[in-house]
Every structure is written in structure tokens, then in C-alpha cells.
């Protein structure tokens, strides 16, 4: 990296990317060792009709991957063990490792529930070099938690990041400072944020294969091809990433799906289905303090088709009745009477600060309510308290990835890559 650029950047910064190993699958290992060395897939039940969520290693070794349909995967896999998944023993871990994390320097930016970027550069006095401090995080993550988490250590978020995941699993990948340019060289240039299918497809023009090739070509170059990403692409390509670490960042939406195990064409189930999500994306929303202003219906029909409506809500609110009653109304504008859905979802969006919530009339009645049913909830489990509307025909609950936060790089599955 030239002096000019580190001068652009400002001081050199030592930056963890940490990511939990197949984390899903993992913790139903951690849980029930009998499946250790089997192939555990997460996401549904044998023969369902939902998609996989996580996939143990030796699941891949079949082929199985995130977002594949269910019955793809028993196809691939037959051996395999399906498990429909938990989310709440998911998140209980995730909060646990992130405390872990935390206990080396208060900048951890979580990107999901498995995996966050940590700035360390201000904890060597206490903790030793950013290499030193990941081999005390795997440790400790290992002994506390029962997990294997890779990490990757540099001067920047990018390099990081593609360091953990270049030796999964149990990686611990070292970029020297100075050397960011050199360590991309040889790799894939898929490996670079910003660099799908089609910018691949126009990079081969070039002859671009490999990290290194589209470092050898002009930031004019690439700018005439790819106008202002262009540049963005030269700089990464040399290992310049100037993006700084954003702690506990807040989710952008709140939302749960469910996947029927039979196309649903009754708009009476689907309602019944949507006052079940709603109940829990308020019970989240609660959790994490926040308030919706508007809401997302999702609707996939058979064959594949999805379509996503959203409305405005009357106020920012945390309670499931006006995000039910929201839904409701844009299912029954979207539905096609007699056409059969097979999956319905609702997500909170236009999230605020719960704290700077007007209290309506009503509104503090019903927020002391909602505390009161949580609590039970937490206490006695999810199913422990509901609505009387729900218990007849009641929709069992599928697994559904959760929160959605913001993310440093490209889109990825919830399970690590």
C-alpha cells in the first residue's frame, strides 16, 4: 500500500473478522453429540417444502447449501439429518459469543447472528496484537461457548473478511500490514465485495480471472466500464477498504415467514397465519427495543412466484394488533381468490428508537400488557401464552432467519460461506 494511500485511510487499524463455523448446524451438534461427523442439514423436517438454513460440512460434502429447497437437499443427501431449527437457542449462543467478543473492545460490528467485525487496535496493551487476540477469542469461544469460530486478522474490514473465509473451518488467517495488495493477488476476483456473476462476466472481457489481474488494469479503465463502482473496484483490488467498524449496529427490519407444508388457498388460514407472525415480529421488536413504522407482506404463490406489498403504519409501534391489521389488509388487496400460496411472510420496517415512542392513547396500557406476555413467554417458552384465535387450526411455526441487519460487503446467507 503507497503512503499516499495509507495517509487516505489514516493509521494503520487491526481489524477481526470472526465467523462461527456452519454455526446452525453446529449448535445441534453442540447439543446432541450424536450427530457429530453426520451430515445435519437445518431448515425443515424430511420431506418439507421449506428451504435449508445451515449445513454441517459434511453435508456440503454432498452438495447441500444454503437457500437449497428442502427436497433438493434429501435428493443430494439422504443420509443426512434434517432438523427444523431454533432460533432462540441460535440467538442465545450468538449473545453469548458476542460477549466474548466484547470483552477484548466495545467496537464489534455484528453482521448476523454468526458472525461481526472487530476493531482491536486500541486493546494491544491489554490483549496482546490482533493475532493474539484471536487465538484467545478462538479459545475462549471453544471452551465457553462449545463452538468453532474462524477469524481473519488485518488492517481493514475487507481484507479480514476475506482471510476467514479462506481456510474454513477453524481458520485463523493473518494479513500482515503492508502486504493487503499481495494476499488478494492470487485469489478469485469473486472473493472481492461488489464483484457478482455479471461484473465476473465483464471482467473476463479484460481478462480478468483473479484479484491481481483486475489490479494490473487502470482505475480509468475500469471507471469508463463501471463509471463511479470502477474506482471502488481498483482500490479493493490493491487491499484499500477506508470503511470503518460500526458497533451494535441496529436491524433495518424485523420480520418471520412461514412455509406451508401443503398450498394454503383458504384467506381465513392465511390471516390466522399472519397473526401468528405478527405476534412474534412484536415480540422482537420489543426485544430489540424498537418500533415499526410501516410493514411487508410477502406472498409466494406455487410455481415460485413472489410478490411483496407494503402499507405505512398510523404510528411507530411495537404491538402485533396494528401490524396484523396492516397485514391483513394488503393480503386481502394482493390475494388472487382460489390461488394457492405457498408461503406468507410479514416484516417490520422503518424502524425507530422504541424510547422516542409518543404514547396514543392506549398505547402504554398495551405496551404494560406486552411486557406482561413476554414475560411469561421468556419464562414458560413461546407457545406458553396466545391468542384465542390461534388455538384452533393454529399454522406450526417454521424456522425463520430473523433479524436483518446492516451488512459490510455483499449479501450472503445466513449460514457462513
Same mark, same amino acid.
Given at each position: 500500500?503507497?503512503?499516499?494511500?495509507?495517509?487516505?485511510?489514516?493509521? #494503520?487499524?487491526?481489524? $477481526?473478522?470472526?465467523?462461527?463455523?456452519?454455526?446452525?448446524?453446529?449448535?445441534?451438534?453442540?447439543?446432541?453429540?450424536? $450427530?457429530?461427523?453426520?451430515?445435519?442439514?437445518?431448515?425443515?423436517?424430511?420431506?418439507?417444502?421449506?428451504?435449508?438454513?445451515?449445513?454441517?460440512?459434511?453435508?456440503?460434502?454432498?452438495?447441500?447449501?444454503?437457500?437449497?429447497?428442502?427436497?433438493?437437499?434429501?435428493?443430494?443427501?439422504?443420509?443426512?439429518?434434517?432438523?427444523?431449527?431454533?432460533?432462540?437457542?441460535? @440467538?442465545?449462543?450468538?449473545?453469548?459469543?458476542?460477549?466474548?467478543?466484547?470483552?477484548?473492545?466495545?467496537?464489534?460490528?455484528?453482521?448476523?447472528?454468526?458472525?461481526?467485525?472487530?476493531?482491536?487496535?486500541?486493546?494491544?496493551?491489554?490483549?496482546?496484537?490482533?493475532?493474539?487476540?484471536?487465538?484467545?477469542?478462538?479459545?475462549?469461544?471453544?471452551?465457553?461457548?462449545?463452538?468453532?469460530?474462524?477469524?481473519?486478522?488485518?488492517?481493514?474490514?475487507?481484507?479480514?473478511?476475506?482471510?476467514?473465509?479462506? #481456510?474454513?473451518?477453524?481458520?485463523?488467517?493473518?494479513?500482515?500490514?503492508?502486504?493487503?495488495?499481495?494476499?488478494?493477488?492470487?485469489?478469485?476476483?469473486?472473493?472481492?465485495?461488489?464483484?457478482?456473476?455479471?461484473?465476473?462476466?465483464?471482467?473476463?472481457?479484460?481478462?480478468?480471472?483473479?484479484?491481481?489481474?483486475?489490479?494490473?488494469?487502470?482505475?480509468?479503465?475500469?471507471?469508463?466500464?463501471?463509471?463511479?463502482?470502477?474506482?471502488?473496484?481498483?482500490? @479493493?483490488?490493491?487491499?484499500?477498504?477506508?470503511?470503518?467498524?460500526?458497533?451494535?449496529?441496529?436491524?433495518?427490519?424485523?420480520?418471520?415467514?412461514?412455509?406451508?407444508?401443503?398450498?394454503?388457498?383458504?384467506? +381465513?388460514?392465511?390471516?390466522?397465519?399472519?397473526?401468528?407472525?405478527?405476534?412474534?415480529?412484536?415480540? #422482537?421488536? /420489543?426485544?430489540?427495543?424498537?418500533?415499526?413504522?410501516?410493514?411487508?407482506?410477502?406472498?409466494?404463490?406455487?410455481?415460485?412466484?413472489?410478490?411483496?406489498?407494503?402499507?405505512?403504519?398510523?404510528?411507530?409501534?411495537?404491538?402485533?394488533?396494528?401490524?396484523?391489521?396492516?397485514?391483513?389488509?394488503? $393480503?386481502?388487496?394482493?390475494?388472487?381468490?382460489?390461488?394457492?400460496?405457498?408461503?406468507?411472510?410479514?416484516?417490520?420496517?422503518?424502524?425507530?428508537?422504541?424510547?422516542?415512542?409518543?404514547?396514543?392513547?392506549?398505547?402504554?396500557?398495551?405496551?404494560?400488557?406486552?411486557?406482561?406476555?413476554?414475560?411469561?413467554?421468556? +419464562?414458560?417458552?413461546?407457545?406458553?401464552?396466545? +391468542?384465542?384465535?390461534? $388455538?384452533?387450526? /393454529?399454522? /406450526?411455526?417454521?424456522?425463520?432467519?430473523?433479524?436483518?441487519?446492516?451488512?459490510?460487503?455483499?449479501?450472503?446467507?445466513?449460514?457462513?460461506?
Amino acid at each position: 500500500m503507497s503512503d499516499a494511500h495509507q495517509r487516505l485511510i489514516g493509521p #494503520r487499524r487491526s481489524i $477481526l473478522h470472526a465467523d462461527l463455523d456452519a454455526f446452525y448446524a453446529s449448535v445441534e451438534v453442540l447439543d446432541d453429540p450424536s $450427530l457429530r461427523d453426520r451430515p445435519v442439514i437445518v431448515g425443515g423436517a424430511r420431506g418439507e417444502r421449506g428451504v435449508v438454513s445451515a449445513a454441517s460440512y459434511e453435508a456440503r460434502r454432498f452438495g447441500v447449501h444454503s437457500a437449497m429447497p428442502i427436497r433438493t437437499a434429501e435428493r443430494l443427501c439422504p443420509t443426512g439429518v434434517f432438523l427444523p431449527g431454533r432460533p432462540d437457542r441460535y @440467538r442465545q449462543l450468538s449473545e453469548q459469543v458476542m460477549g466474548i467478543f466484547r470483552s477484548y473492545t466495545p467496537l464489534v460490528e455484528p453482521i448476523s447472528l454468526d458472525e461481526a467485525f472487530l476493531d482491536v487496535t486500541g486493546s494491544a496493551a491489554a490483549f496482546g496484537d490482533g493475532e493474539a487476540i484471536a487465538r484467545q477469542i478462538k479459545s475462549r469461544v471453544l471452551d465457553e461457548a462449545g463452538l468453532v469460530v474462524s477469524v481473519g486478522v488485518a488492517s481493514n474490514k475487507l481484507c479480514a473478511k476475506v482471510a476467514s473465509d479462506l #481456510r474454513k473451518p477453524n481458520a485463523l488467517v493473518v494479513v500482515p500490514p503492508g502486504e493487503e495488495a499481495a494476499f488478494l493477488a492470487p485469489l478469485p476476483v469473486s472473493r472481492l465485495w461488489g464483484v457478482g456473476p455479471k461484473a465476473q462476466q465483464a471482467l473476463r472481457d479484460f481478462g480478468v480471472q483473479r484479484i491481481g489481474d483486475l489490479a494490473a488494469l487502470s482505475e480509468a479503465t475500469l471507471q469508463r466500464r463501471f463509471g463511479q463502482h470502477g474506482g471502488e473496484l481498483a482500490r @479493493r483490488a490493491q487491499g484499500i477498504d477506508p470503511s470503518r467498524l460500526v458497533p451494535s449496529q441496529a436491524p433495518k427490519s424485523i420480520g418471520h415467514e412461514h412455509t406451508f407444508e401443503h398450498d394454503v388457498v383458504d384467506g +381465513r388460514f392465511l390471516e390466522a397465519t399472519l397473526l401468528d407472525l405478527a405476534e412474534s415480529v412484536a415480540t #422482537r421488536l /420489543r426485544r430489540h427495543h424498537m418500533a415499526a413504522g410501516a410493514v411487508q407482506l410477502k406472498l409466494r404463490y406455487e410455481g415460485f412466484e413472489t410478490l411483496t406489498r407494503q402499507a405505512p403504519l398510523p404510528h411507530q409501534t411495537r404491538d402485533s394488533e396494528p401490524l396484523y391489521a396492516a397485514a391483513v389488509e394488503l $393480503l386481502r388487496r394482493t390475494l388472487v381468490p382460489g390461488r394457492a400460496v405457498r408461503l406468507v411472510g410479514l416484516t417490520a420496517i422503518n424502524l425507530a428508537d422504541a424510547q422516542q415512542l409518543t404514547l396514543f392513547d392506549g398505547v402504554d396500557r398495551d405496551e404494560r400488557l406486552s411486557a406482561s406476555i413476554d414475560s411469561v413467554r421468556e +419464562r414458560f417458552g413461546e407457545n406458553a401464552i396466545t +391468542r384465542a384465535r390461534l $388455538l384452533t387450526d /393454529r399454522p /406450526r411455526r417454521r424456522f425463520d432467519f430473523g433479524e436483518r441487519p446492516n451488512k459490510a460487503g455483499p449479501a450472503r446467507d445466513a449460514e457462513d460461506a
